[in-house]
């Protein structure tokens, strides 16, 4: 097993000797908007899960740094097999991920074979091998219509999003509770209160937020989504329901508007993702020095997981 050396020098800087490894190493740095701003800062390419999985499906580098969670960087090396893809901290999971595991889902899906099976990116390599078609936030309507209308619907893992695209596709789908540990804890109540407070503010939430918070949204989205509908206007105010992270991109794209962190049950406006925010500067640079931690996946399981990953890439 890979242990990493955290003896950094004080003194170095990271970010001219993450530039430096990056050239050396014909290395490409993909960051979720989850990450902490510094890691969205020295990233080639930002993305929400769909636009990184697109982006690692057509890069010609030598080496990944996926600086998000493992389900990434598992999706790069699907999608890769040849290259090279890091994940700088191996405990950077997800809480949708780890609440459906592939043996438990695969005991679920075999007491309805007649139904298909669409899982939500956020699931690990053994769950996408076991699903028909994959989808995101962005992209899972379109999905969802490419289901034969007569062909009865498994959805896994998030219950939320699963909810929500019910009622956006009027399909009826059999669903996995799973759930999200940033987006199900936001306050109804707290975002009441700012509504009153600011009530010009628009609410922006993900899809993967509980009804309760959906229904109080003038636009539900993926994390792009969001990001684009806030900083296509001018001095506006959006209360933000999804991971903290993406007001960094939205102040730099559109300073003039004003952004408020949807709170959560206990007041605080401060959600960040745990895991996501364990990719860290420090990290990243030992990560592109050692070329560990390393992802590695079973040929046959890869094979297995890439198929529904290629039917979901297919509809653009």
């Not at 014909?26 to 929400?48: R, T, W």
């Not at 999905?143 to 959805?155: E, G, N, T």
């Not at 509770?177 to 509504?195: A, N, P, W, Y």
């Amino acid at each position: 097993m890979y242990i990493e050396n955290q003896a950094v020098a004080p003194a170095i800087d990271l970010y001219e000797e993450i530039e430096a490894l990056k050239i050396e190493r014909n290395a490409l740095i993909l960051a979720h908007y989850y990450q902490d701003p510094d890691i969205q800062d020295i990233a080639d390419y930002l993305g929400d899960s769909l636009k990184l999985a697109q982006i690692a499906s057509q890069t010609d580098a030598d080496v990944i740094v996926l600086c998000g969670v493992l389900f990434m960087a598992e999706t790069a090396k699907i999608i890769n097999p040849g290259l090279t893809v890091l994940l700088p901290d191996l405990d950077a999971g997800c809480s949708l991920a780890e609440g459906c595991p592939a043996d438990a889902f695969a005991e679920h899906i075999a007491r309805y074979p007649d139904h298909a099976v669409v899982t939500y990116i956020n699931t690990s390599a053994g769950v996408k091998a076991l699903s028909d078609i994959i989808c995101t936030s962005s992209n899972a309507p379109r999905v969802i219509a490419s289901v034969p209308p007569d062909q009865p619907i498994l959805f896994a893992p998030d219950k939320h999003l699963g909810r929500y695209l019910i009622r956006q596709t009027g399909r009826d789908m059999l669903l996995w509770e799973g759930t999200c540990v940033v987006h199900d804890i936001f306050s109804e109540q707290e975002i009441l209160r700012l509504k009153a407070e600011y009530p010009e503010a628009l609410v922006l939430a993900h899809p993967e937020c509980q009804e309760a918070i959906l229904r109080h949204a003038d636009h539900i989205g993926s994390t792009t989504s969001i990001i684009k509908f806030a900083t296509s206007r001018n001095g506006g105010q959006f209360i933000v329901a999804t991971e903290e992270g993406v007001v960094h991109q939205m102040k730099k794209m559109a300073p003039d508007n004003l952004y408020i962190p949807a709170p959560t049950d206990d007041g605080c406006a401060c959600n960040q993702c745990p895991y996501m925010r364990k990719i860290t500067l420090e990290k990243v640079y030992l990560a592109l020095r050692d070329l560990q931690p390393e992802i590695t996946l079973d040929e046959e399981l890869r094979l297995k997981a890439l198929r529904p990953l290629e039917r979901m890439l297919a509809l653009g």
